[in-house]
């Protein structure tokens, strides 16, 4: 069997410990999340565009918003190391398993935040800087405090969740209107189905951490599941306004009344036998949702 020089074997250990470490920090930063916060954050600067495309401002407003998001990712890790100890699906992330030191965590968390809020000011504009820093400070000094205190954290949570979009529109427009705001309300409203959903699946480790993400004394999940029928109503309606406002047309609307439909039916099953299964494909459902309306309301802006 060839013999590798022990130089070669370090060199090898050294990179792998390298990449690990790497993977690590790429962790931190949440990047599931940040997928959805960089996908509405392209949704509202398209939608809110006029004219030929800026490649240029739109890569900075993405770039940005990126930045932020990861930096508030990885700050969020850091206030809940210790709560994610005692969660399973948590406890094998690179803080609560030692792999990284918090201080790290903590330093790299700051300079993503800052550097994310220079760039949007400085390449961008002062609006989309100050609401995506806005959603940095409301996330982790009002909602994350907020999980371990009371069951409205969700409804907290959800006004700072919603921001990418407005983020996007002012950072094309450098200002807001009442169609942005639509845009805001679908995001606002997509959240509760989501993470009602992700609570009822986890609800065991999310009371191991001692974290109220449900309604207090709902064992047989009867209020989560009539709060996730009532939102998921609620969502298919404001969906629709685009239509009427003249965002989208005619394919957008059909789009978004049989996208609703498929939320609905899942969300309805969930209501009618509240198992894990049918609460990870809830979730599964409002993943598929969320870029596809986006997505439809895009294509028929671009038909108008």
């Given at each position: 069997m060839k013999e590798f020089p022990a130089s070669t074997i370090v060199h090898k250990k050294l990179r792998d410990a390298a990449l690990a470490r790497l993977r690590d920090y790429w962790v931190l930063t949440k990047?599931?999340?940040?997928?959805?916060?960089?996908?509405?954050?392209?949704?509202?600067?398209?939608?809110?565009?006029?004219?030929?495309?800026?490649?240029?401002l739109l890569l900075n407003a993405l770039f940005?918003?990126?930045?932020?998001?990861?930096?508030?990712?990885t700050l969020n890790q850091y206030m809940e190391r210790s709560s994610d100890c005692s969660m399973r699906r948590t406890a094998r992330r690179p803080l609560p398993a030692g792999r990284l030191h918090p201080a790290e965590?903590?330093?790299?968390?700051?300079?993503?935040?800052?550097?994310?809020?220079?760039?949007?000011?400085?390449?961008?504009?002062?609006?989309?800087?100050?609401?995506?820093?806005?959603?940095?400070?409301?996330y982790l000094l009002i909602y994350t405090p907020l999980k371990k205190k009371t069951g409205l954290c969700t409804l907290i949570g959800a006004f700072p969740g919603a921001m990418p979009p407005l983020i996007g529109w002012a950072a094309a427009r450098g200002s807001l209107n009442a169609e942005s705001l639509v845009l805001y309300?679908?995001?606002?409203?997509?959240?509760?189905?989501?993470?009602?959903?992700?609570?009822?699946?986890?609800?065991?480790?999310?009371?191991?951490?001692?974290?109220?993400?449900?309604?207090?004394?709902?064992?047989?999940?009867?209020?989560?599941?009539?709060?996730?029928?009532?939102?998921l109503g609620a969502l298919v309606l404001v969906s629709m306004i685009p239509a009427l406002m003249g965002q989208a047309g005619m394919i957008y609307l059909l789009g978004a009344v049989a996208l609703g439909g498929f939320f609905l039916l899942h969300g309805a099953r969930l209501a009618r036998s509240r198992t894990n299964t049918l609460a990870r494909r809830l979730v599964l459902a409002s993943v598929i949702y969320l870029p596809l309306i986006f997505s439809l309301m895009m294509l028929d802006k671009g038909a108008l």
């Amino acid at each position: 069997m060839k013999e590798f020089p022990a130089s070669t074997i370090v060199h090898k250990k050294l990179r792998d410990a390298a990449l690990a470490r790497l993977r690590d920090y790429w962790v931190l930063t949440k990047p599931e999340v940040n997928l959805l916060v960089v996908m509405s954050t392209l949704a509202g600067f398209y939608l809110a565009w006029r004219g030929p495309l800026n490649f240029s401002l739109l890569l900075n407003a993405l770039f940005g918003t990126l930045l932020v998001a990861s930096g508030t990712g990885t700050l969020n890790q850091y206030m809940e190391r210790s709560s994610d100890c005692s969660m399973r699906r948590t406890a094998r992330r690179p803080l609560p398993a030692g792999r990284l030191h918090p201080a790290e965590a903590l330093i790299f968390g700051i300079l993503l935040s800052i550097g994310g809020g220079l760039l949007l000011w400085l390449e961008v504009n002062a609006l989309a800087s100050i609401l995506a820093l806005l959603t940095l400070a409301t996330y982790l000094l009002i909602y994350t405090p907020l999980k371990k205190k009371t069951g409205l954290c969700t409804l907290i949570g959800a006004f700072p969740g919603a921001m990418p979009p407005l983020i996007g529109w002012a950072a094309a427009r450098g200002s807001l209107n009442a169609e942005s705001l639509v845009l805001y309300a679908i995001l606002f409203l997509w959240q509760f189905p989501h993470f009602l959903a992700i609570a009822w699946m986890y609800r065991e480790d999310y009371s191991r951490a001692g974290l109220r993400m449900l309604p207090p004394d709902d064992l047989e999940g009867r209020v989560t599941s009539r709060r996730i029928m009532i939102l998921l109503g609620a969502l298919v309606l404001v969906s629709m306004i685009p239509a009427l406002m003249g965002q989208a047309g005619m394919i957008y609307l059909l789009g978004a009344v049989a996208l609703g439909g498929f939320f609905l039916l899942h969300g309805a099953r969930l209501a009618r036998s509240r198992t894990n299964t049918l609460a990870r494909r809830l979730v599964l459902a409002s993943v598929i949702y969320l870029p596809l309306i986006f997505s439809l309301m895009m294509l028929d802006k671009g038909a108008l």
